[in-house]
């Protein structure tokens, strides 16, 4: 529920990195899940934000994101064992660190393994809509993400990638502060980076199974 966007959607070729190990990024994200609150039921969440992100790549292999923006508002509705009712998601903020590597693929002819762990969270506020009560919520999420893909004539790298996930979700509702977490745990998804001339990147990417969402994105490198 955390955050639908990350740092690392424009991931650079090997040759790109080493020459320039450096980008800025900013994203847009949108996501559609299932929340359980203990003792509460379930419910839909439906929600997008914006980010603005670093990412270095180190002489080690290793790649170091961070990102934060605005959590752009949403929309909650009661689903099974939870009230008939909808809360309008307000705005807030989130934020996530990342770490990433890339195995493989140094030849076009070779795919490329990428692996990336991400701890990321938000905070914002809902607002009923029987009783326009507000509330607060907040979430911390932790993600697995492992990505096979090829880059083609050094310039697109088409993906599918498996991505595992959990984390708390904090949410008061009059005087009860519910607990819950997603109903999925695991997602797939399929996307591209492309790069854009020589400091330029552009990236898809679109969850279908479990959680789903779309987020897209441009970088530049230094």
């Not at 008939?84 to 140094?106: K, M, Q």
């Not at 990428?114 to 914002?124: D, N, P, R």
């Not at 096979?148 to 697109?156: C, K, M, N, P, R």
């Not at 797939?188 to 969850?207: E, H, T």
């Amino acid at each position: 529920m955390s955050a639908p966007v990350g740092p690392t959607g424009c991931m650079a070729t090997a040759a790109e990195t080493r020459r320039r190990p450096f980008s800025l990024g900013v994203s847009y994200g949108f996501s559609d899940t299932r929340l359980v609150f203990v003792n509460a039921g379930r419910y839909r969440f439906r929600q997008s934000a914006y980010a603005l992100s670093f990412v270095a790549a180190l002489n080690n292999g290793l790649v170091l994101g961070a990102a934060v923006g605005p959590h752009m508002g949403g929309r909650v509705n009661g689903l099974r064992g939870a009230p008939t009712d909808s809360w309008e998601i307000r705005p807030g903020v989130v934020w996530s660190l990342t770490v990433a590597r890339r195995y493989f693929g140094a030849k076009p002819e070779i795919p490329y393994l990428l692996i990336v762990g991400t701890l990321s969270g938000s905070s914002a506020s809902t607002r009923r809509a029987s009783d326009r009560e507000q509330a607060g919520i907040h979430a911390l999420d932790v993600k697995g993400d492992v990505s096979v893909g090829w880059t083609l004539g050094e310039a697109w790298s088409p993906y599918l990638a498996v991505r595992g996930f959990g984390g708390p979700v904090f949410w008061n509702q009059g005087d009860q502060r519910l607990i819950g977490s997603d109903l999925y745990h695991v997602s797939v998804a399929a996307g591209f980076n492309l790069a854009i001339g020589d400091q330029a990147a552009i990236y898809f990417d679109g969850a279908f199974v479990g959680m789903r969402g779309l987020s897209g994105g441009a970088s530049l490198r230094f």
